[in-house]
């Protein structure tokens, strides 16, 4: 059947037809732009602060080190809380930090502890905000269009990807980069305006638990379901693994553009940007599928490993460059519908729970697969530690795929009537 561009357009963005998430997504857009002008500009502030890439490895270690601590009590607080009310109290708390950095930068006292204090603040937030967040999307627009909805969260963050550090490479070079985390504080204005924005009438609630139990109890229940529940453990193993060593591309890809390639600043641009319109490209892929199926993630996770493997061995940045963009590509592939079949398999009272394990894992990774990529580097050069990156992903896919056929999987998760993440069969309150 050959379909229209008007109708490929209409069902590649069918969940924007709801108009709490359209809100949301247009509010998102301009944020994440913001945070990504943040990111690149406090990287380079902390290098001209101290000179040093181990101190710039050490703040990124410190931003993640939060969610590898604290994330599963952030789920708890996402399940026990209104979600739309608490994410207008997250992203308030992200403009008044990153206010108060702009305003640091720009008197000229920011001192390198400051910095490193701003981003464990941030790290702490996230811990509340990223379930929460996540948890919030299948409120906005039910289980049918949730597929559809977390790819264009993708489109979002990978469209942001590319467009947010070249801006932010441009305003530094102009104007330094106190403009950035000023821009990143006025952007969240975006959000907190969509979410006020919204009819609460129009969200599909979910029933928050009401037990007396402490938190540690609570957890616990989030956990057990997870255990028992064979789609959400595997996802969430799988993501181990490659959370670990496989996407710690915030180290890999600089250290193959300075020591593997040796095409400098300029290249390096240029291999994240390509990288980040592969993801965009898979994004929109797997937007206009509007399905979840763990044949496809699995597909999407070995593809990712195997490019990425292979960018890691080229003699020329343009080959690198097109091997990144289909890892990138899989890269998001893979981790769309990891996120899609945990939302559409954990009943609504459980997601932040779930989803806080999830984020455990493919965030509270990075504090210890970041040193261990950079070790490698160091030790034995960027293209085996690309090398190694991509063979777990390819390994992991492999062994994934050998679990779920014996599993004798049931068919496809976008919208199952008997799918205990079906938005319907839970009582809004």
Known sequence: MIRTPLAITQRTFQALSTRNYRLFFGGQLVSVTGSWLQSTAQ??????????????????????????????????????FPKRRMLIATQSSFAVVAGALGILVGLHQVQ??????????????????????????????GGDQLPNAV?????????????????????IAT??????????????????????????????????????????????????????????????????????????????????????????ATGFGLLSASLGVGALLGALGVAYAGRAAVPALL??????????AGAGQMEGIVPAMALLA??????????????????????????GRVMALYLWVFLGTTPIGSPLAGWVEENFGSRATLAMAGSVALVTAAVGAALWARRRPRGDYSSSADSPGKLADVATA
């Open 43 to 80: 990287a380079w502030l902390i290098l001209q602060l101290t000179h040093s890439a181990f101190m710039l490895g050490l703040l990124v270690m410190v931003q993640f080190l939060p969610n590898l601590l604290l994330q599963p009590f952030g789920g708890v607080i996402a399940d026990r």
């Open 112 to 141: 390198t502890w400051e910095v490193f204090l701003v981003v464990t603040a941030f790290g702490l937030i996230n811990v509340v905000d990223g379930p929460t967040r996540q948890a919030f999307v299948p409120e906005m627009v």
């Open 151 to 171: 790819a264009l969260n993708s489109t979002v963050f990978n469209g942001a990807r590319v467009v947010g550090p070249a801006m932010g490479g441009i305003l």
């Open 175 to 264: 104007v330094g980069t106190a403009l950035c985390f000023d821009l990143n504080a006025i952007s969240y204005v975006a959000v907190i305006g969509a979410l006020w924005l919204m009819r609460p009438k129009e969200l599909h609630l979910s029933r928050r638990p009401r037990s007396t139990e402490g938190a540690l109890a609570q957890i616990r229940e989030g956990a057990a379901y997870a255990r028992r529940t064979p789609e959400v453990l595997m996802v969430i193993l799988l993501m181990l693994a490659v959370g670990t060593f496989s996407y710690n591309l915030s180290v890999m890809v600089p250290a193959l553009a300075r020591n593997g390639l040796h095409v400098g």
């Open 299 to 308: 597909a999407g996770c070995a593809v990712f490993g195997i490019f990425l």
């Open 326 to 351: 289909v890892a990138g590509a899989g890269m998001i592939v893979y981790s769309a519908m990891s996120n899609s079949i945990i939302q559409l398999h954990t009943p609504a009272h459980l997601r």
